[in-house]
């Protein structure tokens, strides 16, 4: 196009690559969640998002959590050059519907993938080293609580030399792969898209002394680990889940940490975004539970916003980008 595009941005960005865009299209930058106060995050459902696009003469939108479908592509609209979602799975976009009207749509793979998979060392060293129990009985003054000492309540065993079993090899799992090994974790995996993932699933809970979910939520992963694998695990496996509750049965997991099959365990997502406070696993001082975070670092943000500005930059330059769900819309 001739004339400088303009771009409504509502997913959090920074640093280099933001102010990329800033130089190719003019911003109106309004994310979602608020970066200076705790402003209640703010989610558009398409009509509201169509109309937010309208008032604003966009020709790009941006976006992370709104809803991209419908009235967005409705004939008549102000038609975008391009629909950019802040996204591994750009899962709150109409791919078809996008399609359709001929728009392109960009997305931002692997862009948390060093956050999750920090996470996940996080959570494994937080449940296995005892590190939110030692720290609650400093802050309550039961340093020395029944008569003990630290050192003989919180002794454990050391990662180096334990088998790490990775259910899933893409970009999280290949990432907490190099960082495991690092640890002096032996790590294996399984991943049916994967070459290097050579263990079937049964292979992998029979050898992993660790197991972490990486894979993502379809017809065939939703409840992959339930009763039936928690048995198949080695006693005393430590289980970590920094993907989505869906993947487990967390009934199952429950009575497996109850039965000590499990000896411990870290979670980072919940079905429906919480857990209730009377939940047996709240109860629980081998658990650590996280409100889905793994991703949540600045430097994921200044990495989307770089993939972004990049992508962009290729589209208005008549170049294929480089993350582009339906290259069709481009043509030969």
Known sequence: MTSRPRALVTAPLRGPGFTKLAELADVVYDPWISELDQTPPRIYSAAQL?????????DVVVVESDS????VFEQGRRALLAVVATRGDPNNVDIPGATAAGIPVLNTPARNADAVAEMAVALLLAA???????DA???SGNIFRDGTIPYQRFRA???????????GLGAVGRALRWRLTGLGLRVIATDPYHDDARHSLDELLSEADVVSLHAPVTDETIGMIGAAQFAAMRDGVV??????????????????????KVAAAGLDHFAGEWLPT???LVGMPNVVLTPHIGGATWNTEARQAQMVADDLE???????????????VLGP
């Open 278 to 280: 009377d939940h047996p």
């Open 68 to 71: 991209v479908g419908g009235p």
């Open 128 to 134: 296995t080293r005892h590190l939110l129990t030692a």
């Open 314 to 328: 290729a589209l208005l330059s008549g170049h294929p980008p480089a993350h582009l769900v339906n290259p069709e």
């Open 239 to 260: 289980f970590l889940n920094t993907a989505r509750a869906q993947l487990h049965d967390t009934d199952a997991l429950v009575e497996a940490l109850r039965r000590g």
């Open 50 to 58: 169509a109309d937010r696009i309208a008032d604003e003469a966009a």
């Open 137 to 139: 009985d400093i802050r």
């Open 157 to 167: 065993g050391e990662i180096a030399g334990r088998t790490a079993g990775l259910v």
